[in-house]
């Protein structure tokens, strides 16, 4: 089993930018779906964006064009750069990975996840 864990929340104002990092440890990542999820209380859990393990990457229709997701196989790390931040980006969001799937956006297909991280975007 890998360990992921996340870092780079905190507060930010709306139209502000911030950058979430995903370590991981215990094997390498390199070759498995990697993805972004957030939940705020009382609500599902969300997809946000994903990245396969050749690269491709794909995103929620309510972040698209705002946030980018990327990895680094080096450092074992993927990244979640949002940018044009809006008050309802708030949540905590989770970095989570599988290994079985090439790509998807369903919470259930992942069985690896971060502690998650606090993001609060003001307005």
């Known amino acids: 089993q890998v360990q992921l864990v996340e870092s780079g929340g905190g507060l930010a104002q709306a139209g502000g930018s911030l950058r979430l990092s995903c370590a991981a440890s215990g094997r390498t990542v390199s070759n498995y779906c990697m993805a972004w999820f957030r939940q705020v209380p009382g609500k599902e859990r969300e997809f946000v964006s994903g990245?396969?393990?050749?690269?491709?990457?794909y995103y929620a229709d309510s972040v698209k064009g705002r946030f980018a997701i990327s990895r680094d196989n080096a450092k074992n790390t993927v990244y979640l750069q949002m940018n044009s931040l809006k008050p309802e980006d708030t949540a905590v969001y989770y970095c989570a990975g599988t290994l079985y799937y090439s790509s998807s956006n369903r919470v259930k297909d992942f069985d690896s996840w971060g502690q998650g991280t606090q993001v609060t975007v003001s307005s």
């Open positions: 990245i396969s393990g050749f690269g491709r990457t």
